[in-house]
C-alpha cells in the first residue's frame, strides 16, 4: 500500500528554534494523526485531526488538516532538548476504517 | 490502566523456529493491531481485528498468523521465521466507532538469524 511522503527525513536544531514537517500523498484521508516515538518505545498519539482545514494546538504543538485532505502540518514552537525524537505522521483512508498509512518519519535533533 | 501491553520486549529466533508474541489492552477497546516497522519505512500492517471474532489480512500477511483470543487480547503467530522478519512489532489498539485513535504499545524487538 501506499505509504506517505514525510519530510524532512531529519533536522538539527538549536534549541529554542521552531520546526516545521509535513506530510503529503496523492490520496485524500479523513483522519489525521501525528505521533512522536521515543528510542526503544513506541509511537505516542500527541494531535488527532478531524477535519480539513482543522489548526489543532497540544502546548508547544500545532498541527493543521490540510484543505485538499491529502496533506498535514506539524509544527513545534520553542524547542527543548525533550523533543528529541522521530514524529510520525499517519493518515486514515476514506472508506476504509482499518486502512490507516504512515509515514517514515523525521527525526528532529535538538541541540541545547 | 496500562493501556496496550507486549511481551516479550526482545527475541531472538533461529531461522524455522516458531514463536508467539502476546498483545493486551485495557480500554475495552474494540479493533487491535499488528505493525512492522523496519528502518526507513513507516509502519506496515500485518494484520488487524476489527472486532472480537473477526480478523484479516493488512498490507503484509505472509509468514504471521493472528489470534484475536477475546476482546483484550490479540496474538501474532510466526510458524517458521525466516531473517526477513528481523524487525520491530508493535501492536495497537483503536476505540472504534467513529474515532480513528491508535493506541500503540511498546514493541517487541525481533532478531532472526
Known amino acids: 500500500g501506499q505509504q506517505l511522503n514525510q519530510s524532512p527525513q531529519s533536522m538539527f536544531i538549536q534549541e529554542g528554534e521552531d520546526v516545521s514537517m509535513n506530510c503529503t500523498s496523492s490520496s485524500i484521508f479523513n483522519t489525521w494523526l501525528w505521533y512522536k516515538q521515543e528510542p526503544g518505545e513506541g509511537p505516542v498519539l500527541l494531535i488527532a485531526l478531524y477535519k480539513a482545514g482543522e489548526l489543532t494546538s497540544n502546548g508547544r504543538l500545532t498541527a493543521q488538516f490540510g484543505i485538499t485532505r491529502k496533506d498535514s502540518f506539524l509544527n513545534i514552537s520553542a524547542s527543548i532538548p525533550s523533543d528529541v525524537g522521530i514524529y510520525f505522521c499517519?493518515?486514515?483512508?476514506?472508506?476504509?476504517?482499518?486502512?490507516?498509512?504512515f509515514g517514515a518519519g523525521t527525526r528532529l535533533t535538538v541541540k541545547p | 490502566n496500562a493501556g496496550v501491553t507486549q511481551t516479550p520486549k526482545f527475541q531472538v529466533l533461529k531461522t524455522g523456529q516458531s514463536m508467539t508474541l502476546q498483545c493486551a489492552q485495557d480500554m475495552n477497546h474494540n479493533s487491535m493491531y499488528w505493525y512492522r516497522q523496519d528502518p526507513g519505512m513507516g509502519l506496515r500492517l500485518i494484520y488487524y481485528?476489527?472486532?472480537?471474532?473477526?480478523?484479516d489480512k493488512g498490507e503484509v500477511p505472509n509468514g504471521y498468523n493472528v489470534s484475536r483470543l477475546n476482546k483484550r487480547e490479540f496474538s501474532l503467530r510466526l510458524e517458521s521465521a525466516a531473517p526477513s522478519q528481523t524487525s520491530v512489532y508493535f501492536c495497537a489498539s483503536r476505540r472504534g466507532g467513529g474515532s480513528y485513535e491508535q493506541y500503540f504499545g511498546p514493541g517487541t524487538r525481533l532478531t532472526v538469524t
Open positions: 481485528s476489527a472486532s472480537e471474532g473477526t480478523t
Open positions: 499517519a493518515g486514515q483512508v476514506l472508506y476504509n476504517n482499518n486502512d490507516m498509512r
